[in-house]
């Protein structure tokens, strides 16, 4: 490969107000199958309808074989799409759907005069040329003998192999699936998922693929951009970033993952779980870190033999393999194997190096910018909290009008003054009385990190984010209201200037 | 006290009795009149007099050819309206949709008197009688084309338009080739409700066309003033006529939404 078919340089989507797409940078080798993947709503659909001209991005630029084709309209642009639920022309039979874009398509012919001078027309393609293509793309998808149903009489899969073959048989450089196979059954999706494998290797074209189904993206892929809130996650084979995800949310969302919070203790040594393990990531001393490990890449053995002891809670039969959930210490740990356990045996665990991946984690503390107001609270994220402002001046107090003394005995007025607010992971709370904190959002993201779920609260207005941990199980969407004690909100001047 | 029982079958039992006497009955007095003469005798001679009358024909010619012209006026102006309507991305269409029909919610009367005064003073009224004619149904049937046409388009899946834009289509292709094609049963039943009132409406066509211009519904007015069985005659063919071509037009659409709605 090599030769870059598509590429997208710091695309930015805004639809209203809202960004859906944020900076975003990739390239597409001819002739790849790459898959955008992320749960819904991260924009990877945004994403395939700017490549497709239905949407123009804000900003950046989008290059096709070099070329700018940023505001190009779609039908000028040599790209086809598989649409997630179809648009076939219902008022058209097969025939007459997949003939479509050909009776739109004009082409440079040549021909030669009687003066021997040649010229180029610009034509049609004639009745038979076109009979011939939807001949041979009803071959590819197997639907030969269709032509005159209409296309209302099809079953859902039939309805997809017709939406393909309309695609196709225009000979586009990258075509384009969104969700393609969203629609149908198990059964059919996985017959579908080889046909479309198979599809791509003998028709040699990019193959630009939309999916949320993080196993469809395995399956099929040469690459996978896993996309999260508009931005590009990882980008990498299904290999890479499944072995080595960029960061939590790829481990979270790409497979099962056991994610522990972890600390290096020495040269490549990390510590959780109570237990200090070999590892191949290379950190400082003392760094925390997000530990990841994948389900199957802890082995059981007699309690005596493991590192790690536990008690077997749970065990569910999974067809190929067993899930056993097992109690260490106060963490759960999810494993897989091929072997079953008893409920409430004890077992012994190892994790060997190359199943344990570190990562830097994204968020060790929250940091807001916000604005003292006249009772001596501090307003950030869309919300109001109590705190302690003497802080700002060491050895100050308040007096009985409001007004901070320093230690000097000068009186300050702090209304308006700007700060930076720190808090730390511990010291937030939720509740789902709305009126029981400072501020009110919803709960964007639930991670369970072996002996507590990290939780991400996003207020609605500033969209500001609430990073913490709880030992309490909350579910996402949930409204809640954002705690937080008014000794742990840490203060810090803006204007150090004004600093005595 | 047996409890009454209220099945959902019995909802059904005022409507029978409304349909028994309001419009089975008087269905059945009219095919009675059209076929006897004035001593109660069976008789076709209404029929043969209505063939053989070279008047009659040409007023059912003229009520067709006015109803005709109505309703492609109708279409011309209705389907670039709710196209935009229906397509554009516009805030509060809904408001310049109503601004459309609000006019249906006036008194027909009071709607055509309006319109006679108006052309009184521009002077055509008495001058321009065919044109009036044409012009006041016009206006009085705009919102019944405008309705079904406006649901039709909105009905269209925007990813139809995005499909054939993607195939290579332009803005021609897309309008003739997914547009038209798909807005046809609104198309066929905005004729329905324009073409079939306005061949029967006379009232526009008497105030408006200055009595000058005699359509069927008019005719008909006239024979219930002196002889009741020609009158019903004439009504039976018109409804025969009506019949036809709402028949013609149904089983189109019929077909249509056959083929858009699964």
């Known amino acids: 490969m090599g030769e870059h078919i598509i590429e997208l340089k710091g695309v930015t989507k805004y639809y209203n107000e809202n960004l859906v797409?944020?900076?975003?940078?990739?390239?597409?080798?001819?002739?790849?199958?790459?898959?955008?993947?992320?749960?819904?709503?991260?924009?990877?659909?945004?994403?395939?309808?700017?490549?497709?001209?239905?949407?123009?991005?804000?900003?950046?630029?989008?290059?096709?074989?070099?070329?700018?084709?940023?505001?190009?309209?779609?039908?000028?642009?040599?790209?086809?799409?598989?649409?997630?639920?179809?648009?076939?022309?219902?008022?058209?039979?097969?025939?007459?759907?997949?003939?479509?874009?050909?009776?739109?398509?004009?082409?440079?012919?040549?021909?030669?005069?009687?003066?021997?001078?040649?010229?180029?027309?610009?034509?049609?393609?004639?009745?038979?040329?076109?009979?011939?293509?939807?001949?041979?793309?009803?071959?590819?998808?197997?639907?030969?003998?269709?032509?005159?149903?209409?296309?209302?009489?099809?079953?859902?899969?039939?309805?997809?192999?017709?939406?393909?073959?309309?695609?196709?048989?225009?000979?586009?450089?990258?075509?384009?699936?969104?969700?393609?196979?969203?629609?149908?059954?198990?059964?059919?999706?996985?017959?579908?998922?080889?046909?479309?494998?198979?599809?791509?290797?003998?028709?040699?074209?990019?193959?630009?693929?939309?999916?949320?189904?993080?196993?469809?993206?395995?399956?099929?892929?040469?690459?996978?951009?896993?996309?999260?809130?508009?931005?590009?996650?990882?980008?990498?084979t299904p290999t890479t970033i499944y072995n080595e995800p960029a960061n939590t949310f790829v481990a979270d969302f790409i497979g099962e993952s056991n994610i522990m919070n972890g600390t290096i203790v020495g040269k490549k040594q990390v510590k959780f779980c109570g237990k200090t393990f070999d590892c191949l990531d290379d950190f400082e001393i003392n760094d925390m870190v997000d530990v990841v490990v994948r389900p199957e890449d802890i082995h059981m053995c007699a309690p005596e033999q493991g590192k790690l002891k536990g008690k077997v809670i749970s065990?569910?039969?999974?067809?190929?393999?067993?899930?056993?959930?097992?109690?260490?210490?106060?963490?759960?740990?999810?494993?897989?194997?091929?072997?079953?356990?008893?409920?409430?045996?004890?077992?012994?665990?190892?994790?060997?190096?190359?199943?344990?991946?570190?990562?830097?984690?994204?968020?060790?503390?929250?940091?807001?910018?916000?604005?003292?107001?006249?009772?001596?609270?501090?307003?950030?994220?869309?919300?109001?909290?109590?705190?302690?402002?003497?802080?700002?001046?060491?050895?100050?107090?308040?007096?009985?009008?409001?007004?901070?003394?320093?230690?000097?005995?000068?009186?300050?007025?702090?209304?308006?003054?700007?700060?930076?607010?720190?808090?730390?992971?511990?010291?937030?709370?939720?509740?789902?009385?709305?009126?029981?904190?400072?501020?009110?959002?919803?709960?964007?993201?639930?991670?369970?990190?072996g002996d507590h779920y990290r939780l991400i609260v996003r207020t609605d207005e500033s969209e500001e984010d609430f990073v913490f941990r709880t030992d309490d199980l909350w579910n996402e969407n949930d409204y809640v209201s954002v705690i937080i004690p008014k000794e742990k909100i840490k203060l810090s001047l803006k204007n150090t200037e004004e600093k005595k | 006290m047996t409890k009454f029982r209220l099945s959902r079958k019995s909802l059904c039992i005022p409507y029978a009795v409304f349909l028994l006497f309001f419009v089975i009955a008087p269905m059945l007095i009219i095919v009675f009149y059209a076929f006897t003469d004035k001593n109660n005798h069976i008789s076709f001679m209404n029929f043969v007099n209505f063939f053989s009358d070279p008047t009659k024909l040409t007023t059912i010619v003229y009520s067709v050819v006015i109803a005709l012209i109505t309703t492609v006026v109708c279409l011309l102006i209705a389907f670039p309206v709710a196209y935009i309507l229906a397509r554009s991305k516009i805030k509060r269409k809904s408001v310049i949709l109503l601004l459309f029909v609000t006019p249906m919610w006036i008194n027909f009367v009071l709607r055509?008197?309006?319109?006679?005064?108006?052309?009184?003073?521009?002077?055509?009224?008495?001058?321009?009688?065919?044109?009036?004619?044409?012009?006041?149904?016009?206006?009085?049937?705009?919102?019944?084309?405008?309705?079904?046409?406006?649901?039709?388009?909105?009905?269209?899946?925007?990813?139809?338009?995005?499909?054939?834009?993607?195939?290579?289509?332009?803005?021609?292709?897309?309008?003739?080739?997914?547009?038209?094609?798909?807005?046809?049963?609104?198309?066929?039943?905005?004729?329905?409700?324009?073409?079939?009132?306005?061949?029967?409406?006379?009232?526009v066509s008497d105030m408006l066309g200055n009595s000058k211009v005699t359509i069927i519904g008019k005719f008909i007015e006239t024979y219930f003033g002196t002889n009741w069985h020609m009158g019903s005659m004439i009504a039976l063919i018109l409804l025969i006529v009506v019949l036809l071509s709402s028949f013609l037009s149904g089983g189109f659409r019929e077909e249509n939404t056959r083929r858009t709605t699964a």
């Open chain 1, 21 to 236: 797409l944020d900076n975003v940078s990739f390239y597409v080798n001819k002739g790849e199958f790459i898959t955008f993947l992320g749960p819904s709503g991260c924009g990877k659909t945004t994403t395939l309808r700017m490549i497709a001209g239905f949407d123009l991005p804000t900003s950046g630029q989008i290059l096709l074989g070099g070329k700018d084709i940023s505001h190009l309209p779609p039908n000028k642009r040599p790209v086809n799409t598989v649409f997630q639920r179809y648009a076939l022309f219902p008022h058209l039979n097969v025939y007459e759907n997949i003939a479509f874009g050909l009776k739109c398509k004009r082409v440079l012919n040549t021909y030669e005069n009687e003066k021997g001078k040649t010229y180029t027309k610009k034509q049609r393609l004639s009745k038979a040329e076109i009979a011939q293509k939807v001949k041979k793309a009803l071959e590819i998808v197997d639907l030969e003998g269709f032509e005159k149903r209409a296309v209302t009489t099809l079953s859902g899969g039939q309805q997809q192999r017709v939406a393909i073959a309309r695609a196709i048989v225009n000979e586009p450089e990258i075509l384009l699936l969104d969700e393609p196979l969203g629609a149908l059954d198990l059964k059919m999706r996985k017959e579908m998922q080889i046909e479309l494998k198979e599809m791509h290797r003998r028709l040699g074209i990019t193959f630009i693929y939309v999916t949320h189904d993080q196993e469809e993206a395995l399956t099929m892929s040469d690459t996978i951009v896993v996309m999260a809130d508009g931005i590009v996650q990882q980008i990498g």
């Open chain 1, 315 to 449: 065990v569910v039969f999974k067809g190929i393999h067993y899930e056993i959930t097992v109690k260490v210490g106060k963490y759960e740990l999810v494993i897989q194997s091929t072997e079953s356990r008893e409920t409430g045996e004890e077992i012994g665990m190892n994790i060997s190096p190359d199943g344990i991946h570190l990562m830097k984690p994204k968020y060790t503390k929250n940091v807001y910018d916000g604005v003292i107001t006249k009772r001596n609270t501090v307003e950030f994220a869309d919300g109001e909290f109590e705190c302690d402002v003497t802080q700002l001046y060491p050895g100050s107090r308040i007096d009985e009008e409001g007004y901070l003394v320093l230690i000097s005995g000068e009186k300050l007025d702090l209304t308006g003054e700007e700060v930076a607010v720190e808090v730390g992971l511990e010291d937030i709370s939720i509740s789902d009385d709305e009126n029981a904190g400072g501020t009110t959002g919803h709960i964007i993201s639930i991670i369970y990190k």
């Open chain 2, 112 to 203: 055509i008197n309006a319109i006679r005064e108006l052309m009184n003073w521009m002077g055509l009224l008495g001058e321009t009688n065919y044109f009036n004619t044409v012009f006041g149904m016009v206006y009085d049937f705009l919102p019944f084309m405008i309705l079904p046409l406006y649901t039709q388009i909105s009905k269209i899946d925007n990813s139809l338009y995005e499909a054939c834009a993607d195939l290579g289509g332009n803005a021609f292709t897309s309008f003739f080739r997914v547009t038209l094609p798909l807005s046809m049963p609104g198309v066929l039943s905005g004729i329905t409700m324009v073409f079939l009132p306005s061949m029967t409406n006379y009232v």
